[in-house]
């Protein structure tokens, strides 16, 4: 199951994040990221913390990830400083075999919310992957955040 997959790359990550800037068009804006990756509670729960940048500006974000096995519902409960604000997003989604995927939604007044997609994915090669999409009103998703990541060498 893609939650015990993820509690397993406990440790310190290194990679980069790519931000797909709406206030440029879409542009990607590419900065240098790490990622801290702990178990919590007896392996019950797992956290993400990371740093990205933005325009040589440092930015931070961190994810509390939960699983309950029974009913298959996993959650996360996410904050970073570019793209939250002061606010929790608070995302819901399914057990799954490769990934912990997740979706969560945002006011964006005066029109509708729109939805946020989240996945945290453990890769084969040894490397993690966390890439979120925007979710329009519609139903549309466009990339929003790709980071890639590789662990980091204890020795840095």
Known sequence: ??????????????????????????????????????????????????????????QAGSMLVGCQKKTGVMTVHWIDSWHNGDLVMACEGVVDERAVSVRGSYAAPPGPD????IAIAPDPGGSLSVVMHNISPDGQEELAVEARYARMDPRR
């Not at 729109?114 to 997609?117: I, S, V």
């Open 1 to 58: 199951m893609a939650f015990d997959r993820l509690a397993a790359c406990a440790g310190q990550w290194h990679g980069s994040n790519m931000l797909q800037d709406p206030g440029l068009g879409r542009q990607p804006v590419i900065s240098e990221s790490t990622l801290s990756l702990v178990p919590l509670l007896d392996g019950r729960f797992v956290r993400l913390d990371y740093t990205w940048g933005y325009h040589g500006k440092p």
């Open 114 to 117: 729109w939805g946020w997609r």
